[in-house]
T-cell receptor, first 113, second 112 residues
Framework: KQEVTQIPAALSVPEGENLVLNCSFT??????LQWFRQDPGKGLTSLLL?????REQTSGRLNASLDKSSGRSTLYIAASQPGDSATYLC????????????FGKGTKLTVNP | DGGITQSPKYLFRKEGQNVTLSCEQN?????MYWYRQDPGQGLRLIYY???????QKGDIAEGYSVSREKKESFPLTVTSAQKNPTAFYLC???????????FGPGTRLTVT
C-alpha cells in the first residue's frame, strides 16, 4: 500500500530564506507526483506536476524534483516571502491508471517578516 | 473565468438528516472527485467519476452517495448512515483521470 510522508510537519523560517520541503513515498511505481498549496480554510492550489519520466519542474520561485527510484521529492522555495505561508501537500498517483491520488499530511510553513 | 465552484461554503445540519453538497466545474473536465479532509489526516477519496453517468467508490464511500448526470456537475450526498460526517469536503476535477487535478474552495460541514 502506497504511503506518503512529509517531514517536517511544520517549519518556520525568516523572510528571504531559501527552503526545501520533503516528500517521500513507499512505492516507486508512480505515474506522477503533484505539489499543492493550501491556505487555512481554503481548497488546494496546484503548484507543480511532475510526471514519472521527469526529474524536475519549475514555476517562478518554486522548483520540484523527483527521484522515483529512491521514493523522494523535494519542493524548493527560493527567497521565501510571508505570502508563502501555507500548508504544502504532496500527492502521488500510483501506476496502472489508478484513479486516486495518495496524499501526505502536509508541511505547515510559516515565513516570518 | 474557468474553475470549480462548491456551495455552500459552510453547512450546518442536525444528526439524522441527509445533506447534499454541490460541485460545478466549467473546465470541460471529464473526471471529477470528492475528497474528505480531517485535521491531522491526509485527504481521503470518497467517490470519483470518469464520465457522465458513471462513478466509482473511493476509500471511504460508506454513508455517501453521488450522481453524475451532467459533465459539469458532481453533487455529493452525505446520508444519515455516515457515522462521523463533520469534515471539510473538497471537490476536484481533471481533464482525464491521470492528469493534474484542480480543486474547488471546499465546503465545511458541521453535523450536531
Amino acid at each position: 500500500k502506497q504511503e506518503v510522508t512529509q517531514i517536517p510537519a511544520a517549519l518556520s523560517v525568516p523572510e528571504g530564506e531559501n527552503l526545501v520541503l520533503n516528500c517521500s513515498f513507499t512505492d516507486s511505481a508512480i505515474y506522477n507526483l503533484q505539489w499543492f498549496r493550501q491556505d487555512p480554510g481554503k481548497g488546494l492550489t496546484s503548484l507543480l506536476l511532475i510526471q514519472s519520466s521527469q526529474r524536475e519542474q519549475t514555476s517562478g520561485r518554486l522548483n520540484a524534483s523527483l527521484d522515483k527510484s529512491s521514493g523522494r521529492s523535494t519542493l524548493y522555495i527560493a527567497a521565501s516571502q510571508p505570502g508563502d505561508s501555507a500548508t504544502y501537500l504532496c500527492a502521488v498517483r500510483p501506476e496502472g491508471g489508478s484513479e486516486k491520488l495518495v496524499f501526505g499530511k502536509g508541511t505547515k510553513l510559516t515565513v516570518n517578516p | 473565468d474557468g474553475g470549480i465552484t462548491q456551495s455552500p461554503k459552510y453547512l450546518f445540519r442536525k444528526e439524522g438528516q441527509n445533506v447534499t453538497l454541490s460541485c460545478e466545474q466549467n473546465l470541460n473536465h471529464d473526471a471529477m472527485y470528492w475528497y474528505r479532509q480531517d485535521p491531522g489526516q491526509g485527504l481521503r477519496l470518497i467517490y470519483y467519476s470518469q464520465i457522465v453517468n458513471d462513478f466509482q467508490k473511493g476509500d471511504i464511500a460508506e454513508g455517501y452517495s453521488v450522481s453524475r448526470e451532467k459533465k459539469e456537475s458532481f453533487p455529493l450526498t452525505v446520508t444519515s448512515a455516515q457515522k462521523n460526517p463533520t469534515a471539510f469536503y473538497l471537490c476536484a476535477s481533471s481533464i482525464v483521470q491521470s492528469a493534474e487535478q484542480y480543486f474547488g474552495p471546499g465546503t465545511r460541514l458541521t453535523v450536531t
